[in-house]
């Protein structure tokens, strides 16, 4: 397949190409947002469909047009992307860093940009274009006044007692997240609220929507991240009510391999994913320790293996004749459910192939569906939630969770999951408890395990 300097413009659901599309809903969003009059404007975006592009964009815009505001993200990594992003897209814009007491309260990459201005006293950053923080630090802050504007960033996993602690401090917000990922977290329980209106653990989107239906709602409808073989599934299993497209389409991304193939199933299943986006290594039907040592192993093996075979990556947009790019350990992620799982993963990287084998692993990131949230890779290898274990738990079977696991790559996914998940799906229905007036954002976890259960298994190759 040969490489090209754009994407060529195809058509979507009536004739219009994925750009436009794109920029149409962006503009329609933006509209809101500037000159609507509703207090909220709420829009739903999938996996690498341009929600950072659009934040910044949006805060541009805003203090071009002389509403300064504030920004709320959920934590300190996601507000120094932010402001990174910001001072990046225009180094002329003043914006302020709102940060705590703490040693090393923000990345110092932010000291580098003469227009950013880092205080953990509101008052410093008094008179700037833009303020960006956390919604925990922001619900400490007493202004004079309100903010005209405010924009929330990863709204969707912002609980709706963080936003009720900040909701005094803007008259007007955007409100930007990715219905599909995992839902806010809570420490305690919660199931007294579960149903209410006023549930405290609920997503502050949820809430927000509940007490204002009739408030704009916007949805941006393409992936620039996923590739055309994955948008489909990850669209139907996770957004079967807010659908999106990849913009990119058939042949446009490629995955090859320098060194020819050893006969091996990891080889086998690492050219599976090469030829057609997905791959499934399965193991031996077994019930296993959650640090199961065979699929920890095997893992670990397809990392390996992939590095030594040195793969190259070409998509649309490398330029007509490139070689495209090598396939680098920093390109390449391991997720897991569990974080003993992904510390079993890094020792078997760092010992499976020895000293030569650990240092050339060492740049792969190895991590929980949690922190893996909203990054990207060429090719990510998951070991399943549901491998090897006896039972179909809540805490395996949320669909967010998969859905992370499932939408981080640009070329490829292989699944490593011993056989039986769909099984066992089968033998443990549902147990929990169905609370009156409680709506889910997504679909069923049983359903959307088993779609991605169903489409892996055209990809299988046996571990045997």
């Known amino acids: 397949m040969t490489a090209t300097t754009a994407a060529p413009v195809r058509p979507l659901a009536g004739g219009v190409s994925p750009a436009a599309a794109a920029a149409a809903a962006t503009e329609a969003i933006l509209a809101d947002a500037l000159e609507g009059t509703h207090r909220g404007v709420v829009v739903d975006s999938p996996p690498g469909a341009g929600k950072s592009t659009l934040v910044v964009r949006a805060a541009r815009e805003l203090a ?196 020819a193939a050893d006969g091996s199933p990891v080889d086998a299943v690492l050219d599976e994913a090469a030829d057609t986006g997905w791959g499934l290594l399965e193991l031996p039907a077994a019930r296993t320790p959650r640090t199961d040592p065979e699929a920890v192993r095997a893992v670990a093996v397809l990392v390996h293996r992939m590095l030594e075979r040195e793969g190259v990556t070409r998509g649309e947009r490398d330029v007509d004749g490139s070689a495209g790019a090598a396939l680098g350990a920093d390109r390449i992620a391991v997720g897991t459910a569990h974080r003993d799982q992904a510390a079993a993963v890094r020792a078997a990287l760092a010992t499976v192939r020895g000293p030569a084998g650990a240092e050339r692993a060492a740049r792969v990131t190895v991590d929980t569906a949690n922190r893996l949230q909203g990054r990207e890779f060429d090719v990510t290898v998951v070991l399943h939630p549901l491998s090897g274990r006896p039972d179909a738990t809540a805490f395996h079977l949320e669909t967010g969770r998969l859905c992370v696991l499932a ?17 066992l799906l089968d033998e443990h229905p549902a147990t929990e408890p169905v609370r009156l007036g409680a709506a889910s954002p997504g679909p069923d976890g049983w359903e959307a395990h088993q779609a991605v259960l169903s489409h892996l298994a055209g990809h299988r190759v046996p571990l045997v």
């Open 64 to 259: 071009a047009a002389g509403h300064p505001l504030m920004v709320i993200a959920q934590t300190n990594a996601q507000v120094d992307d932010l402001v990174d992003r910001l001072a990046r897209a225009d180094p002329e814009l003043p914006v302020g860093r709102l940060h705590s007491n703490e040693p090393k309260p923000y990345d110092p990459v932010l000291d580098g940009h003469p227009s950013v201005r880092t205080s953990a006293k509101p008052a410093d950053l008094a008179g700037l274009d833009i303020v960006v923080s956390t919604a925990a630090k922001w619900a400490w802050v007493t202004p004079e006044e309100p903010w005209r504007h405010a924009i929330v960033d990863e709204a969707y996993q912002m609980r709706s007692d963080a936003l009720l602690a900040v909701a005094g401090l803007f008259e007007r917000a955007l409100f930007v997240g990715d219905p599909g990922q995992l839902d806010p977290f809570s420490q305690v329980g919660v199931d007294q609220w579960a149903g209410q209106a006023f549930d405290p653990s609920a997503s502050a989107v949820s809430t927000l929507l509940a007490h204002n239906p009739g408030l704009p709602q916007h949805r941006l409808p393409v992936s620039w991240r996923l590739p055309h073989s994955a948008a489909e599934l990850v669209s139907d299993a996770f957004y079967p009510y807010t659908p999106f497209r990849s913009g990119t389409g058939p042949g446009e991304r490629l995955l090859s391999f320098t060194a």
């Open 407 to 423: 939408s981080r790559h640009r070329h490829a996914c292989v699944v490593v999951c011993r056989a039986g998940a769909a099984e």
